[in-house]
Nanobody, 122 residues
Framework: QVQLVESGGGLVQAGGSLRLSCAAS????????MGWFRQAPGKEREFVAT????????YYADSVKGRFTISRDNAKNTVHLQMNSLKPEDTAVYYC???????????????WGQGTQVTVSS
């Protein structure tokens, strides 16, 4: 079992930055691939970024490539999402997830956090 708790969301102006964090419980954190997904009001959940269990491989949605960076610290059981050059269309609830593969497919993720709200004003 892995429990995930996101933090770091908030209100920011367009062009600004936020850093999301996800704290994981459990001794097996380092064996999971980690991902970030988001869901805007009235829209389906969408993939944002994922990172392999070693941190050596990352993959991003085209919409955030070059602006967002995912990283992890296995010693601290945490994963981060650095978000720069934020746009109003990045407004959503952001979810951290732990899964079995470095993939954009949400079905491969077994554990999910409760989410943190990110609002970008224009």
């Amino acid at each position: 079992q892995v429990q995930l708790v996101e933090s770091g969301g908030g209100l920011v102006q367009a062009g600004g930055s936020l850093r999301l964090s996800c704290a994981a419980s459990g001794r097996t954190f380092s064996s999971y691939c980690m991902g970030w997904f988001r869901q805007a009001p009235g829209k389906e959940r969408e993939f944002v970024a994922t990172i392999s269990w070693t941190g050596g491989s990352t993959y991003y949605a085209d919409s955030v490539k070059g602006r967002f960076t995912i990283s992890r610290d296995n010693a601290k059981n945490t994963v981060h999402l650095q978000m720069n050059s934020l746009k109003p269309e990045d407004t959503a609830v952001y979810y951290c997830a732990a899964g079995r593969a470095t993939t954009d497919n949400a079905l491969w993720y077994d554990y999910w956090g409760q989410g943190t709200q990110v609002t970008v004003s224009s």
